[in-house]
């Protein structure tokens, strides 16, 4: 196996810390959010740094979707989630704030917007937070880099593996 | 070739005319949107009948968004969209209304949605459609069956096969 090597993963113009990361492909990455609009609101990322869903090969379709159904498991499972909103904004006319394909993935409870729809209100945080929902305002605020790491740790143990590759 | 056969395909509890349909594989159907929010709003669902992600096999995942990517290519291009944007509601509580594992893939403009988001509080009938926007009311109406049928034979030109068996 090849050694460990530092490696730099971009999300659009972005170096990612590695801390951020919980989850690793050939094609893939699972990126620990850091303005959720939900706990537990994660993004699935394409490694290739793409800013549209027509950019992808098929193998990157396939695995982009594989891994979003993995995690997607994981996230509904370890947020005792009612249902998921399973979102790619393709292109700045649809909302993508970082021109770099991701799939948001969003868990979700019965009740835990006003609107269910108004979820999407907040998605880049282009809308206003509905009052009636439980959201916490402060959340849409960047988190520290030790709270994203600490829930990294808890899915990268979820995931199970690396792509037999350690990242250092 | 296996003869023509008459088939019926399944939306959740609804019967999809075959007019509506514009694409078929082995595990995906195409249909042109009975309630689009906008022109060229279609929908990418699984053949088989289930309502949520986690129950899809590898097989049905990866061709429900290697279609989706396909159907999305012919969608930016015949509505000379600046983006798309692309959405499983998965689950209920996700705000989805019919049980039914189905992709939205809905062309995106540039200052189509006074908020580019606000796309999204339409969704599923569920919110008011603002009124800074270009959207016609009126296309939350169910529209005709000639109507969908028209498009559907525009976007069945484009896909350009039918999984090689003509539906009768």
Not at 13 to 38: C, D, E, S
Not at 53 to 64: H, I, P, R, T
Not at 139 to 153: G, I, K, N, T
Request: hydrophobic share 40%.
């Amino acid at each position: 196996m090849a050694p460990s090597v530092a490696r730099k993963f971009m999300f659009g113009p972005l170096t990612i810390p590695l801390a951020q990361l919980f989850l690793l492909t050939k094609h893939t990455l699972g990126i620990v959010n850091i303005k959720p609009i939900r706990p537990g609101h994660v993004l699935v990322a394409t490694r290739r740094q793409v800013a549209r869903f027509n950019e992808l090969s098929q193998e990157e379709v396939a695995d982009l979707f594989a891994q979003g159904q993995r995690i997607s498991k994981i996230i509904e499972r370890l947020y005792s989630a009612d249902g998921l909103t399973l979102c790619i904004q393709d292109g700045g006319a649809a909302g993508q704030t970082v021109p770099h394909v991701h799939l948001h993935v969003i868990p979700r409870h019965t009740g835990d917007f006003a609107n269910s729809d108004d979820i999407y209100s907040v998605l880049d945080g282009t809308g206003q937070v509905p009052q009636q929902t439980h959201i916490d305002n402060e959340q849409r605020r960047p988190r520290s880099l030790d709270d994203m790491a600490a829930e990294a740790v808890i899915l990268r143990k979820e995931v199970g593996d690396w792509d037999n590759e350690p990242i250092v």
